[in-house]
């Protein structure tokens, strides 16, 4: 009997992911099948049903799911789930009862059973873009909200340019992608990060999220981590970010370079998983913790504007959220539909020449003069212009990976990098 | 209704002090009662009863309760308790249904009715020596225990010269003694801290207890439950220790010192608590967690060699016992009467120079080399010889301090400074 926490939503994994032969029949099928065009994103959901990630979903949500998800954080069966898991499309022809092909980019990832298919009006996608997208921290944008969400928020903007219908139903998932080829050792599904913290004896267990390189906070978060947990496993996006982000084998290398230097190995795990960032802030916090159950973890760091997309959320708004949804047990209709993944909330922390070691707000009592803060974008000046990074703020081994990654950037497209965009979650 | 844990044994604060008319008419009562003299250690215990510390004992324990909780951890009504709270006396006189006085260098503690006086017999404190102090690590002297008990363990050592009897019942206290004159908002009784950590909105709470002075190694400690939890509690010993040990006073000042200078105020609480250590290693580890969930406190820090003596123990063997014991609410006969504080484990801790921080054994992949380990011997002799302390091991502001106390007591007595004792549980 595993001591890690169960998969959400009380029916053990959901994986649609069909192997060997019935893998081949179903590719055959869906040769015969109309095909619908899937955006990247969907292509991450569709995986992650494949390897039970986004377990208990076996499909995508209805009508009744989606407003319930937007509304109030829950399904309509009474699962927890913090955002819409669906399908849009501007096909006209498919209807309820059909069966199609969900194609990406040549490549067919699954077919699904249309249950439902349900109009999106501009009205439908606006109202689900406040209710998800929109801020209600002191220091979010919330009363400007339409002011400047079309123009800078890329989540409200990939709601807003979906097609006039959602499609619902259950999927089955025939490709994983080139993740396993592209990350190999890195790209873990739920189960296989299962099985490897059931080797190790783990049952308390927290994730770092990171689509960003790993400086000397991260690290800080995820040693505070190791020291009150069984381990901690640092679970980096692999799947699309904005133009401008780091891609994910310079990140994972500079981690692995991390880990070899400056970790004890058999306390952290380097994974990646294969969703698109969603760019929904402190929904997209809960989304971390909820997915993270699914692979074995029960405690999600949240530090800092995780999540963060420019300024429309406070700093600290993503481990609010986690106290005023019915997530818990005891608030949940359905307990055993709760999320058990807690958050694990840690304060902005940075290296303190006053406290001679990092610190937090939590524990360094100095002023900002005794601290070593750097804004994203300095440092990517710093990085790609060969200059001084300041002392403790990251790792001399992984800094010499980003100088080499800017310089290859500098070199190759030099206008690219001045648009690096900023945004944190990690 | 309060949000911190309850307190042991699910009956509430059972404070057995007397206050204003009734304590003088019991006190005036007391005047014509046989007198019993006490050990300091019964004196504490009187104390800790007195103000809820040693909820829900409200007299020292009966037979069947010793044997119970020297066995297997559990009084005869189901409570937890992890090591015996008994008063010993060798007075042929006194017998069931007496009341008596109990009385403490002159000053009267309390009154007490006899309900069972049972004899101990030399086996018999062979016997509880046995199950309350001896180790069972593997690093532990568990072999040659009785070789070494007589002459080094200061724990057997009280327990072997106890007296031929043991009187059981209910108590009712009469004094705190000086410690709220000694300790002015540093002695608080568990309403007082519960009180001030509900004014402060904490729930879950960490108690890191010393009887030392406080370094780099318990400042870490504090700090990273300080990133987890709402707070932390300096709960240090203030009643007797063994020669050669640091007045508590000293302590005391050292760790404000700390916190006015490397801590946020408003996330520590500097207090004290009455009771002389018990050298019981392991279990005491586990009685520091049952009276500190009276205080409110849900998460006990337990480093290395928590409450260690000598070579006694296994330098973990108090995170251990945590384990093995049956204390958690499935395990206990009665849930009700199970200890709710948990163990905050943290692994050996050290200032590590390629880490460029504090670190532990679970942090940290480097080498004896790259750390700054200091036993106490040395350290006191650095302090007491005007020495260099190596850098990273403590603060200045309390080094300082330090100093001054050895500086003095060098002058005072030179040779009673050779022969301080070491020992650590922090």
Redesign the interface.
Known sequence: MSKLVAPHGGKGLVCCLLEGAERDAELKKAEGLKTIEISPRAKGDLIMMGIGGFSPLDGFMTKADWKGVCEKFLMADGTFWPVPVTLDTNDEDVKEGDEIALVHEGDVYATMKITEKYEMTEADKKWESEMVYKGEGEDSVDGKFWEVAMDDHPGVQMVMAQGKYNLAGPVKVLSEGDYAERFPGVYLTPTQIRAEMEKRGWSNVAALQLRNPMHRSHEFLA??A???CDGCVIHSLIGNLKPGDIPGDVRIKCIQTLID?????E?VINAGYPLDMRYAGPREGLLHATFRQNYGINNMLIGRDHAGVGDFYGLFEAQDIFERIPYTKEECPDPGKALLCKA?N??WTF?CY????????????HTKEDRVILSGTKLRKALSEGTEVPD?FGRDEVLVLLREYYEGLTEKVEVKMQKAASGSDM
Chains 1, 2 share one sequence.
Do not use: W
């Not at 006053?354 to 009592?365: E, F, L, Q, V």
């Open positions: 040693k505070i190791i020291e009150v230097n400056y970790f004890v190995p306390n694990m840690i304060d290296y006053k406290c001679d070691g990092m610190a937090s707000m939590r524990t360094c009592p403790h």
